[in-house]
């Protein structure tokens, strides 16, 4: 079985520039979840979908971040514009259903450097 | 909000000795908790978890522990091997709010 797939792996980019990130979740899983993971820290959940439906945004910095998963699938994460605590590495992860029992499946993420 | 703690940054241990992660949380809605471990270069994976029903539960060499009462949790890893060396994350959640709250993580280190 596949795994959660990102893309790219890492990125550099200067501040006030605009980044996307991209997931494709394991196939059949109704749930997805961008976390960000900034060094010495835990992941910290940003938004998750329930199929193409936002379930909790709460902690999204929606001034910046924005995110969408079109039919219910791939997710595109983006920053715009980026700024130097950004720098981090975003996970993708995806889960059968919206049950905190439903194993949370982890992509390998994509590590962001603002400069 | 630090609302799972995981104190100890690092553990090292001799191969074959057991491991004791630890884990603390303040906030008292929080009934479900996992363990998950983390290579470099690659995602956290699920290892273990823990309803707040019960004080422990066992898989194979791994064994997750849960004091309600001292908002406390463990993690047991008995006998220690070199592979496990990783940092693992604690998390919690809560059956009615899908939101989990990870630690910052602790590194062990298994030594041959």
């Known amino acids: 079985e596949a795994g959660v797939a990102q893309s790219p792996r890492y990125k550099i980019i200067e501040k006030r520039q605009s980044v996307a990130f991209w997931c494709n979740p394991i196939s059949g899983h109704a749930t997805l979840y961008w976390y960000q993971q900034i060094l010495g820290q835990g992941p910290k959940l940003l938004i998750q979908?329930?199929?193409?439906?936002?379930?909790?945004d709460s902690q999204l910095p929606k001034d910046r971040f924005s995110a969408e998963r079109l039919k219910g699938v791939d997710s595109t994460l983006k920053i715009q514009p980026a700024k130097l605590e950004d720098s981090a590495v975003y996970l993708c992860a995806s889960s059968l259903a919206h049950r905190p029992t439903d194993t949370q499946y982890f992509g390998p993420g994509t590590r962001l450097t603002v400069l | 909000d630090q609302q799972v703690k995981q104190n100890s940054p690092s553990l090292s241990v001799q191969e074959g000795r057991i491991s004791i992660l630890n884990c603390d949380y303040t906030?008292?809605?929080?009934?479900?908790f996992l363990w998950y471990k983390k290579y470099p270069a690659e995602g956290p994976t699920f290892l273990i978890s823990?309803?707040?029903?019960?004080d422990k539960n066992e898989d194979g060499r791994f064994t997750v522990f849960l004091n309600k009462s001292a908002k406390h949790l463990s993690l047991h890893i008995v006998p220690s091997q070199p592979g496990d060396s990783a940092v693992y994350f604690c998390?919690?959640?809560?059956?009615?709010?899908?939101?989990?709250?990870f630690g910052a993580g602790t590194r062990l280190t298994v030594k041959p």
């Open positions: 906030n008292s809605m929080f009934d479900y």
């Open positions: 998390a919690a959640s809560n059956y009615n709010n899908n939101d989990m709250r």
């Open positions: 823990i309803s707040s029903i019960k």
């Open positions: 979908f329930q199929n193409n439906g936002v379930v909790d």
